[in-house]
């Protein structure tokens, strides 16, 4: 009865460990690097901070409104913020509050869900139309 108990443990603990190690790398800071494989200049990039409590932020110093000074003396703008989930299905955006003209993922619906969700070592990789996606890298 005891070596049952423990091998329960044992797997239990696997398993926990196997599915929030994911969910930890994606925790952070993202910058926006590129466009279809096309890593190009991007002008004015979003950076997205995914936050464990379930919130996020898209920060664009071009777009962005709402600033707040930081405690380095920049100012951080907002252009989204809302909460994230992850499921079988990818990664969704939803209750997005958008705090100007700026649409990241060229929308301004409630709900976005990007089918094509992948994170390989400091890249990020979301994409929502059949051909179109968008190249993150993690910078903290």
């Known amino acids: 009865m005891k070596t049952k108990k423990w091998i329960t ?11 929030s190690q ?30 464990r409590n379930g919130r996020y ?12 000074l930081t405690e380095f003396g920049f100012v951080e703008r907002v252009t989204e ?11 969704t955006l939803y209750q997005r509050s958008l705090t100007s003209n700026h649409w990241p993922f060229g929308t301004n619906e409630q709900r976005v869900l990007f089918h094509n969700f992948e994170m390989r070592n400091d890249t ?11 190249i993150y890298r993690k910078i903290r």
């Open 9 to 19: 443990v044992i797997i239990c603990w696997f398993a926990f460990n196997a599915c």
């Open 22 to 51: 994911p969910i930890e790398g994606f925790l952070g800071t993202w910058r926006l690097i590129g466009f279809n494989g096309d890593f190009e200049f991007v002008d004015c990039p979003d950076f997205i901070e995914f936050q």
């Open 57 to 68: 932020r898209i920060l664009n110093d071009c777009y962005g409104c709402l600033g707040r």
């Open 81 to 91: 913020s809302g909460r994230w989930k992850i499921t079988r299905k990818g990664l």
């Open 124 to 134: 990020l990789i979301l994409g929502w139309y059949r051909d179109y996606y968008e």
